[in-house]
């Protein structure tokens, strides 16, 4: 049965007030401050991480299959946040043999830097590590979205 939708208004439209209660960048943004946070008082591996995104992300393709809304979400939230506690972990626990921050010492004392600038180039190994943290996890996400609209027109 086709739908019959009707001309809006424009003097109506401009007097509309927006929906207020959904927000749900603003969940996605507290799993992922909660992810930050669970990582810097209880540090795992990266592995360890990414196992929990992976699994959280199966259950949660298990769940929506069965629509099972509220499980859905919560599993979804609980694998933005274990993304973004491996981000964390990266960012905050994993550095080059050569890194400044490793020469430190507890003890204050004073330092001479030399520094020597080198062209982006021939720096692959933060490259990598920026582009399997971010863009790997955006990429699944965007495969993952599309094999589910793929499905969806299936069953239409």
Known sequence: MPRIMAAADPKSEAKREPTPGYHP???ALVAAAAGMVVDRYRPLPVAA???V???CLCGWFLLWRKQRNLA?????LLAISAWAASWHHCCWNLFNGDDLGLFARTQQQPVCIEAVETPAAMMPHRLASVLSVICLPVFLLALLLRLLSITDRMAD
Do not use: F
Not at 72 to 76: E, F, G, P, S
């Open 25 to 27: 960048l603003v969940m």
């Open 49 to 51: 991480w990414w196992t």
């Open 53 to 55: 995104a992976a699994a």
């Open 72 to 76: 859905t979400a919560v599993l979804l």
